[in-house]
């Protein structure tokens, strides 16, 4: 019988012995695992710790999870590769736990991403310069002298000027534009050690100061530009007309966040390539957890477009493996299995003998059987898990399946 003192370890506490993550080992059965935590189990603040909310990113998986699985198949020292890093999840946890780990990614913007969160910190000048620019954009956009003369800068510096880009018209109020604009050309006149930081504040700020609604962040579909019934607030709410705020709120978060991640970091490396995994020569490395992307769900360029626009990041997404775009047809899931099985292919090919591919995915279309069948693995583990609740995504049912496949 586990008593209540027994449940609580570090930062958790498990009401129905869901698993504790830091209480996992290489030891630990996989069919005593109970990844089925509830919101008592794991409250948002603890799924989104330090860095992981840096940037709200849709499709990413739960940093808990990682860390179990890493536990289990990993020690201090070896490298784990994920090949579809998105937001940086599997990096930031295994620096944590001191090891090794390499990424990959087609999207220009989770590379940034992954980059300013994972990156070694002088907080005291991460400090400095945050609280810098942020001062600078005050001056210029928030005074009366520092308008007038953001205008006359207006005329000859292309960092403050967007008439050819639609998009930035469109989707932001003129006041929050130019204080948008005028963050990001202090950000590309200064000289500030962290750039790749200031650039996801900037990204951050611009997601919540676009013309929608304040509960479709994750999914709007046109500009609103006129007074509405905000079910989240329930009373009429009006369209974001300034950035500014979102400026100072998320420059003080990231100082906190980063500052605490900061203190957890090893000296374990991180390796981050912007690159099409379907080509890439992935390094020796001892296994593999990733969240491929899904057949038809998710458009990663276009969720993040405004960061797009504002930095000029190069798009690619025609090279997406299962892009939104792409449907849910037979031919597209066909595609998706032959090119998630390319990956790991190459992937497993480069991986130590016994080497782990743990592959977290929804796997509704049942595509992943077909995908293990072509690959020099045994199927170890399949174990499904009730994601309770997910960070971007609010609305119905959700079940994921850790596949845990071990090469031979």
Known sequence: MITNEEKKVGLYTFDECPTNPVEVTALTPAESLNLNWGEKDLPERIRTKHVHRLHPYLGKYIPQLVEVFLRKYFVRGQTVIDPFCGSGTTLVQANELGINAVGYDISAFNVLLSGAKTDNYDTSVMRREVLDILE??????????????????????PFLSVEDDEYLNMWFAPQALRELLTYRYFIESGDYQYKELLKVILSRSARSARLTTHFDLDFPKKPVTEPYHCYKHNRTCYPTQVAFKFLKRYSNDTIRRVTEYSDLKTDASVEIHHEDCLYADFPKSNGVITSPPYVGLIDYHEQHAYAYHLLGLEDKREKEIGPAAGGKSKKAKENYQKNIAEVFRRTIKSM???????????????????IADSLDVEVEDIIQRHVNRRTGRRAGQFYESIFVWRKI
């Open 352 to 370: 130590e003998p016994e080497g782990r591919l743990i592959v977290v995915a929804n796997d509704k279309d049942n595509l992943y059987d077909g």
């Open 136 to 157: 600078k954009v005050s001056v210029a956009t928030q005074t009366e002298l520092g308008q007038q003369t953001l205008w006359k800068e207006c005329e000859r510096t």
